[in-house]
């Protein structure tokens, strides 16, 4: 492959386009309410009309609109579609040759969509998953070749610094710094891990990327060997995500076919590819340790660090891991440049985020924000406030390992040090909004539940720690808690907190904590009074 | 190997780098306590009873995983650790049946003896009483599942001193257990060498011979940092 | 100076810590000037009375009659010790908890007896649903465990606290510990 054939395929593609592209999501939320249906009807139109010459109908990856789906976009002609069935469908074909639509539409200028900043999600819904060349067509694999012919590895990882791109996992911590550890790291061979093992109750960032635009993710991943001293990487993604593993699957087969992957890589000695791992369904395997030992066949149990994986990873090897969106991020940073990522943000979190915005919101789904929004901005502007006009109460960030933020503190801008100093965290981008008729010990209890169901039972804190407080909770929900028994709760809260082997089990807690720090009374209301001196 | 210095509990101490607090700690004669750790396996940092602070740190770290840093100041008891270490003692009585008074360990079991060690003379956490196996199927020994606190201390030796690899674990969570082969009865397993030093290591009544009475089961180790010895001189 | 009002209890347990008491031998002389026995199965008092400064209470809750009887033998009494395993752990009362009344019941009454086999609804307190430590329950001043705990261990706590002193529970871990 050289860059001449790289450009032809691009302009192949191009130039085969037809005039309209109606654009039908193809992700996994769509699908289970019949977008395949309604491609296929859409499809039957333009043939029964007779415009197949002018008009194509492509599938593409989420728009973001999942809680109005299935979504269907006519860009060309500034048109969104949503909620579209398969008895509607045609009618959005009619309406392009003179007819009229009886599909409802969305307005493509609501903040929904105005307030968004896309760099990881710029080619979402825009382009065919399913093929190469699109991605090619809007640039892809560009930032590859540039790397390998124009940069030498630590300028890559340079770039990468100065983009202060922090992991999107969840806990932040700075990517560049990561990369030169590993590619400071000594070791016969190095391997490059894209962890795709999200689990967040209400989160689906990554599995949209990787849905609507996997060659992103593989691009990354192979500009972070090149980078690091890397020449296999392995996608680690969950089972319940088969269509991101079908995509992935053909991506990998059509970037191998192509020689994207493989030995020498656009002509150089750089040499990369790419493995899919199939996680079994356990919320721990997103820990980095845990994985790792998923991936070598072993129990997924994390282990203590240090040694951190970026030293001492997969098969004693140095490992770099990396989230989806984090990967995914460094194309953009590549062709913008790591200036132009930092410009983007706030001081200490640049660029953007995903986040995957469900609960009591008008408008659920995905939507991508530059840092340093505020909750409020998030979820009054582009959420567009509860669906019912009840109030809102709270809004739920990072998942099992996060907190409740009330309602009082919405201005507080979303980065990562803003949303810890409130008592949650960025995590992985889950967003889940609560209105006023939200019991907030019930949402602690769903998250701890979460913890007992998830906890791979190691390390004894994390392993009976759940379970003592999930009665606890159970028991203060019943109404036949004492005072005694919320003591008894902060007690666990705390000793689980410090003690866990593993991050799973150190945040456990973070939900009833965040809860009882802003709705202690909601705790208090609950609980019997105590008995004289009888009861314990 | 690098020489580092540095103090626990105040006391000064040299350490090579390699080693870890809680081999270091050792050798100054300073007690940890311990429970999943066992001298002669590698070190899993799952019970985190000999979790201590570092002076420079708000985490608190296993000192049996941690490796000794040069300037490193280790505070191994406090009131909050030993707070700490209770609560882990209470978790595990609490998590399965702990009959003492029945059990062919009373008086010879590791977890009991960290339970005078650390003055727990009652469990404030409400007791579980999950339905628990006993598996006696093999024919000189026996597993109680009941007794199990899930050191995976027979998971090591089986792996990495007998090299069968009978014993994983399985399930997760409290519902976690040990298991021989593909989860089948012990005497079925085909790889079970019936060596016995799964039994040896177990820190409780899990594991025991068969045919003891109350107290009556005593364990030996003496064999463990040798033959670990020999494995790792022979490597 | 008035005599401490001392009392034993006799929940769900073999009875083995009582004997245990016992088995302080000579050293009783020592305490028995200094209580007034008033309720305990070594006396013939049917009411658990009022104004008790001290007591023992050996055995697990495993019955309605149990939980009764601990709620009012709490509100009667100053310093309430759980005296062994079973009313500190429920001990080998608990072994029971894996399995439901019913499949206690149908076991002891049915399958393991010789003749008339019935489940007794009469006269026999009901069970409770789990056999549960005394603490679940009532608060308890002191746990001194044990099966039974050494008389030793009797011996000091009630010398202890007979001297106006609360002992502490680790000179009682030095004395006993669990099972022994």
Redesign the interface.
Known sequence: MLLEELTAIAEKTRSERKEISVRCCMSSGCISSQAEEIKKALEMAVTEKNLGEKVEIRQVGCMGLCGKGPIVSVESEGLIYSDVTPENAASIIDALAGGKAVASQADPTHPFFTRQMLVVRSNGGRIDPDKIEDYIEAGGYSALYRVIHEYAPDQVINEVMKSGLRGRGGAGFPSGLKWSTVAKAKGDRKYIVCNGDEGDPGAFMDRSILEGDPHVVIEGMAIAGYAVGASLGYIYVRAEYPLAISRLQLAIKHAKRIGLLGDGIFDSTFNFNVEIRIGAG?F?CGEETALIASIEGR?GQP??R?PFPAESGLWGRPTLINNVESLANIVPIINKGGEWYASLGTEKSKGTKVFALTGKIRNNGLIEVPMGITIRQIVEDLGGGTPDGKKIKAVQTGGPSGGCIPVELFDTPVDYESLMKVGSIMGSGGMVVMDEDTNMVDVAKFYMEFC??????????C??????ML?LLKMILERKATIRDLE?LE??CE?VQ????CGLGQTAPNPVVSTLKYFRNEYLELLQPLPGEIIA | MAVTTLKIDGKEVSANEDETILDVAFQAGIKIPTLCHIEGLTD?????MC?VEVAGSNK???AC???VKDGMEITTQTA?LK??RK??LE?????R???????VS??NCDL?TL??EH??????????????EIDASHEWFALDQNRC??C?RCVRVCDEIEGAHVW??S??????RVITGLNEPWADSDTCTSCGKCVQVCPTGALSNKGKAT?EMTKHREFLPYLAQRRHDHK | MSKTRFATVWMDGCSGCHMSFLDMDERILQIAPLIDLVYSPLVDAKVFPENVDVVLIEGAVSSEEDLEKILKVRTRSKFLI?LG?CA?????P??R???TVEEVETRAYIENAGYNQHIPHEVIPALLP?S??V??FVN?DL???G?PPPADAIFHVLSELLAGRVPD??E??KLT????
Do not use: W
């Open positions: 356990a721990v129990r282990r203590p240090p007992v169901e998830e906890s791979c039972g190691k390390c004894i804190p392993r009976v720690g759940t379970v003592q009665n008894a007690e666990l000793m410090n003690t866990s082997l | 899993i940092g799952a019970c985190r979790i608190l770290q296993p995983t941690t490796k909050r707070k700490y609560m882990v978790m595990l009585f609490s998590e049946n702990h009959v003492c008074a029945v059990c009373n008086g009991q339970a005078v003055d727990l003379t009652h469990v404030r956490m409400p007791y579980l009483y999950p339905k628990t606190v899930l995976q994983d674990v399930g997760r969570g409290v519902q976690s107290g | 759980a395993d500190v752990t429920s001990n080998v608990g072994m908890n894996q399995f789990k549960r430590p603490h679940e308890v746990f001194v465990p099966c529970a680790t009682v871990s510990r669990f099972g022994k």
